[in-house]
């Protein structure tokens, strides 16, 4: 994999920060996916409930 770092030449205070930076949007990216994806589970099992019952 192609390391965007690879031809720029960063002190490493920079390179730390970018790191440091990459992280915090790979963890609020990972929040964001698993809320979506409880969200779904979520809308899913309300929607069976709903048949089961035969409320539409």
């Not at 790191?19 to 809320?35: D, E, F, H, T, Y």
């Amino acid at each position: 994999m192609n390391d965007p770092l690879d031809h720029v030449h960063l002190s490493k205070e920079e390179s730390e920060l970018y790191r440091a930076r990459q992280r915090s949007r790979n963890k609020v990216m990972g929040i964001v996916l698993g809320s979506l994806a409880i969200l779904f589970f979520a809308i899913s099992i309300v929607k069976i409930a709903a048949q089961v019952t035969g409320k539409h």
